[in-house]
């Protein structure tokens, strides 16, 4: 599997692209069903080629497409969607853990609007997930979910204090009797033990973190999530934090979490860059003047294209050309979910000045 750049995929000329999407499933009995709409989906690219391209062999073109649908072990392990690029010189796969639509594109680019839609929404990130005597980081990009390893930092609290120095002692008074000083009951020495390993986790992972990108989201139970994050403020920037012990979950909980808390962040921003994109266009500084904008996209004026995600004023290809020059011009396209967001004017532009 690859991570794949937009901008990559969209520098590449004159040869012929193949684009597959495909919602898949995780589990049985539905993953059976996605081999065989998979193979349907390939039959459709191979009519497509004979009847666009006379010089292209099908068979051939499309042999590592095939080799991935004779994979049976590939479609055991399916996340929420597929997309398969293939071209002359390569065939690139990408899951995806959010929905994608079932289509086949064959043209001279690749139909890379379904992946605007994914990664438009960020989907890499830190995911720490934190009780009160250890903690575990993993790293959640576009394909997988893996475990990091920090040998610089105790992972439980029992590496780092082994000596329990929070336990109750006993001091001896002399005489007849031995008296005992110090004593503390469980609960208080269970709390001053985590919160000592709290700040201890705070100073390191702070160091850890500082030179990463991605935004963190804290996993745990409510208290510890709480404790954690009023210790850690000022090392940690937690982006998101979610009330559940991120191990007591498999990976469609996982995902399912992530989407219900990060989903209406990501609502309210494209909600505000409309706001914004009317202000520009009040201002003459933006347009939703659909012929201008294809007009314009070629010469690097366009900052910001936004389109929805049903605009279907232009033929899939003449979509395609435009994101592509918007995007090779250095500007941004920002796919607009209309399901979530209300965007009648459907295609946007923002200018630069």
Same mark, same amino acid.
Request: glycine share 4%; charged share 35%.
């Given at each position: 599997?690859?991570?794949?750049?937009?901008?990559?995929?969209?520098?590449?000329?004159?040869?012929?692209?193949?684009?597959?999407?495909?919602?898949?499933?995780?589990?049985?009995?539905?993953?059976?069903?996605?081999?065989?709409?998979?193979?349907?989906?390939?039959? !459709? /690219?191979?009519? *497509?080629?004979? +009847? =666009?391209?006379?010089?292209?062999?099908?068979?051939?073109?499309? $042999? @590592?497409?095939?080799?991935?649908?004779?994979?049976?072990?590939?479609?055991?392990?399916g996340t929420e969607g597929l997309a398969v690029l293939v071209d002359s010189e390569q065939?690139?796969?990408?899951?995806?853990?959010?929905?994608?639509?079932?289509?086949?594109?064959?043209?001279?680019?690749?139909?890379?609007?379904?992946?605007?839609?994914?990664?438009?929404?960020?989907?890499?990130?830190?995911?720490?997930?934190?009780?009160?005597?250890?903690?575990?980081?993993?790293?959640?990009?576009?394909?997988?979910?893996?475990?990091?390893?920090?040998?610089?930092?105790?992972?439980?609290?029992?590496?780092?204090?082994?000596?329990?120095?929070?336990?109750?002692?006993?001091?001896?008074?002399?005489?007849?009797?031995?008296?005992?000083?110090?004593? !503390? /009951?469980?609960? *208080?020495?269970? +709390? =001053?033990?985590?919160?000592?390993?709290?700040?201890?986790?705070? $100073? @390191?992972l702070g160091n850890f973190f500082k030179a990463k990108g991605n935004p963190i989201i804290?996993?745990?139970?409510?208290?510890?999530?709480?404790?954690?994050?009023?210790?850690?403020?000022?090392?940690?920037?937690?982006?998101?934090?979610?009330?559940?012990?991120?191990?007591?979950?498999?990976?469609?909980?996982?995902?399912?979490?992530?989407?219900q808390k990060l989903l209406p962040r990501y609502v309210d921003t494209v909600k505000g860059?409309?706001?914004?994109?009317?202000?520009?266009?009040?201002?003459?500084?933006?347009?939703?003047?659909?012929?201008?904008?294809?007009?314009?996209?070629?010469?690097?004026?366009?900052?910001?294209?936004?389109?929805?995600?049903?605009?279907?004023?232009?033929?899939?290809?003449?979509?395609?050309?435009?994101?592509?020059?918007?995007?090779?011009?250095?500007?941004?396209?920002?796919?607009?979910?209309?399901?979530?967001?209300?965007?009648?004017?459907?295609?946007?532009?923002?200018?630069?000045?």
């Open positions: 599997m690859e991570n794949i750049r937009i901008r990559d995929l969209l520098e590449k000329k004159d040869d012929v692209f193949v684009s597959i999407y495909l919602p898949t499933h995780r589990t049985s009995p539905d993953n059976k069903q996605d081999k065989i709409r998979f193979n349907n989906l390939l039959n !459709k /690219a191979s009519k *497509e080629l004979e +009847e =666009k391209y006379e010089k292209v062999k099908p068979q051939e073109f499309l $042999k @590592e497409a095939r080799k991935i649908h004779d994979d049976l072990n590939f479609w055991n392990y065939t690139r796969v990408i899951r995806f853990t959010g929905d994608v639509p079932e289509l086949v594109v064959v043209g001279s680019q690749f139909h890379i609007l379904p992946l605007i839609n994914y990664y438009e929404l960020p989907n890499d990130y830190y995911l720490l997930d934190i009780s009160r005597d250890r903690f575990k980081i993993y790293e959640l990009s576009s394909e997988s979910m893996e475990e990091l390893d920090t040998p610089e930092i105790h992972e439980h609290f029992s590496d780092l204090f082994d000596d329990r120095d929070l336990e109750n002692r006993v001091v001896s008074t002399g005489g007849s009797e031995t008296s005992f000083h110090g004593h !503390k /009951a469980k609960p *208080e020495i269970d +709390e =001053k033990e985590t919160e000592k390993y709290f700040r201890y986790l705070s $100073k @390191e804290l996993f745990g139970t409510t208290e510890n999530v709480a404790d954690f994050k009023e210790i850690s403020k000022d090392d940690l920037n937690i982006f998101a934090s979610i009330d559940k012990p991120l191990d007591s979950m498999d990976d469609k909980g996982t995902i399912d979490a992530l989407r860059r409309l706001d914004g994109l009317n202000t520009e266009i009040s201002r003459d500084m933006g347009t939703d003047n659909a012929s201008r904008i294809v007009t314009d996209a070629p010469t690097g004026r366009i900052e910001t294209l936004f389109i929805s995600t049903k605009y279907d004023k232009l033929e899939v290809e003449e979509i395609d050309k435009l994101i592509a020059e918007v995007i090779n011009g250095g500007g941004e396209v920002v796919l607009v979910d209309v399901n979530e967001t209300q965007f009648p004017m459907e295609m946007g532009a923002k200018y630069r000045f």
